[in-house]
C-alpha cells in the first residue's frame, strides 16, 4: 500500500510513533525515526523494522529545537531524496493543576508536542509542495478536544495541532498535500500508565476497553495510503467513542 514511499514519523522509538513505523514499513513505506532518544537507545526500534524488509534511518533530534530540527530535515532529503508523509508524534506531558503548574512546565509541553510539529511541517512544506504530493499526519488528542483538568498545557498544544492541521491542509491542498489530524483517546502506553488501573474510567469509554497502539496505527494508515486522498483538515478521534 506504501511501497516506494518514505514515512518520516517523530517519536517513532516507542508507544504509538513505534506502531505506526512498523505498519507503514509492512506495508512497504521506508522509515526516518526522528527521537530524542540516542542511537543505542533507538537501535532495538530500528531493528525491528528494518527486519520488515525496508530502509530505516535514525535521527537524534528535539523537535522543540528549530535549528536541530532545520538541519535533520535537510539530512532525510538527503538521504532518501524526497519524504512523502510526515507524522508529527512527539509529545510530553508535564501535568499539573493551572495553578501549580509552572511557566516552565507550560512552555516545554508546547514547544515540543506544538512547536515540533510546526518546524517538522515548515522544513519538509516546499519539498512536498514541488512533488505536488504529501500526507501530513498530526497527533493531537481528545483532550485537545474538550480540555482535560490538570493538563492545561498538554490540551492547549493537542487544540493548537488542531488549527495548525487545519491551517495546513488549506495551504497545501492545491498542490496535493492531504493534512488530518488523529485524536486518540486513552491508548495504551508508557504516558497513560497512571490510568489503565482506572475502571472507573474505562467504563466512561463505550467500548469497554482503552485503545492499542496498533488501533492508531491501523487509521494513520488509511490517512498515509491513497485511500484518503480526498480527505484533508480532518481531526478524526480514535477513542472507543469517549469523546461522542
Not at 493543576?97 to 506544538?114: G, P
Not at 509542495?129 to 493538563?151: D, H, W
Not at 496498533?214 to 494508515?221: K, M
Amino acid at each position: 500500500m506504501l511501497k516506494g514511499k518514505t514515512a518520516v514519523i517523530t517519536g517513532g522509538t516507542q508507544g504509538i510513533g513505534f506502531e505506526i513505523a512498523k505498519k507503514f514499513a509492512a506495508n512497504g513505506a521506508d522509515i526516518a525515526i526522528v527521537d530524542i532518544c540516542d542511537a543505542e537507545k533507538a537501535a532495538p526500534a530500528a531493528g525491528a523494522i528494518e527486519a520488515l524488509g525496508v530502509s530505516v534511518k535514525f535521527y537524534r533530534c528535539n523537535v522543540a529545537d528549530a535549528a536541530q530540527v532545520a538541519e535533520v530535515c535537510k539530512q532525510i532529503l538527503a538521504d532518501f531524496g524526497k519524504a512523502d508523509i510526515l507524522v508529527n508524534n512527539a509529545g510530553i506531558t508535564r501535568d499539573n493543576l493551572i495553578l501549580k503548574m509552572s511557566e516552565a512546565d507550560f512552555d516545554a509541553v508546547l514547544d515540543v508536542n506544538l512547536k515540533g510539529a510546526f518546524y517538522m511541517i515548515k522544513n519538509f512544506y516546499r519539498s512536498m509542495m514541488k512533488q505536488r504530493s504529501g500526507k501530513i499526519i498530526n497527533i493531537s488528542s481528545v483532550s485537545g478536544l474538550f480540555g482535560n483538568a490538570g493538563q492545561a498545557n498538554y490540551s492547549s498544544s493537542k487544540a493548537g495541532i488542531i488549527g495548525l492541521t487545519k491551517s495546513t491542509a488549506k495551504e497545501l491542498a492545491s498542490r496535493g498535500v492531504n493534512c488530518n489530524a488523529i485524536a486518540p483517546g486513552f491508548i495504551m502506553t508508557s504516558m497513560t500508565t497512571a490510568f489503565q488501573e482506572n475502571d472507573e474510567l474505562k467504563k466512561a469509554i463505550p467500548a469497554g476497553r482503552f485503545g492499542q497502539p496498533e488501533d492508531v496505527a491501523n487509521l494513520a494508515l488509511f490517512l498515509a495510503s491513497p485511500m484518503s486522498d480526498y480527505i484533508t483538515g480532518e481531526v478524526i478521534r480514535c477513542d472507543g467513542g469517549m469523546a461522542m
